[in-house]
């Protein structure tokens, strides 16, 4: 179920989206963000679910409708990543949001959500993708699909020979700084936008009061967006 608060958390109400199949600690679970609230407009919601359907709301959440232009049979991934572009917010709403259907396709939307276009044909791969984020409207996208970015009409890769990508992260300030993060927080740097690498950067965890750090299998561990 898909629940809102009015006071910053201290309440909570359930709307209308109920009984998911999602499971928190199912496969899949390191996809996201599959929740996106459109910036300028809270009322605006669009949630991706494992079913492989993509709803949205345009009253928080009182009532939701499918998007029929798509759907994912690749369970449990279904739609794992929607993501609007901050910069194209215009009046009540932002236009362009994307969504990532896993196996069948980056789709974009330029009128807030009313029709949707696949945009990776040519470019990155049908897939599965794990996280995504825009900058400066354009768009990158990271999974064990590859990494890749869309802007101009156009698609680069920028995997760097790193497989099994998890999480990217791109400097809102200077998107030529990109970090790629794989299993365990493995991670590459880019500081030209993905046309060169530092290799496996090194990682040093430093929190000492945490006493299952110290047996756990860190193979297992999450990267934080």
Known sequence: SIYRSNNQGDTWTRTALQNLPDDANGEGRQCGERLAVDPVNRDIV?????????RYSTNAGDSWTTVSAF???DHPFGIPVVVYD???AAGTRTNVLYAVCSGC????SSDGGGSWSKINGGGAPDGRYAHAVVVNSVLYIAGPAGAYKYGGGSWTSISGGMQDIWTIAVNPFNPQH?????????ARRSLNGGSSWTGDLTLTR???DIPWLAWTDEGWMSNGN
């Open 46 to 54: 669009f949630y991706g679910s494992t079913d492989g359907r993509l």
């Open 86 to 88: 901050a910069a194209s």
């Open 178 to 186: 990109i970090l790629l993060f794989g299993i365990s927080g493995a």
């Open 206 to 208: 430093t929190a000492t």
């Open 105 to 108: 396709g980056i789709w974009r």
């Open 71 to 73: 759907s994912s049979s």
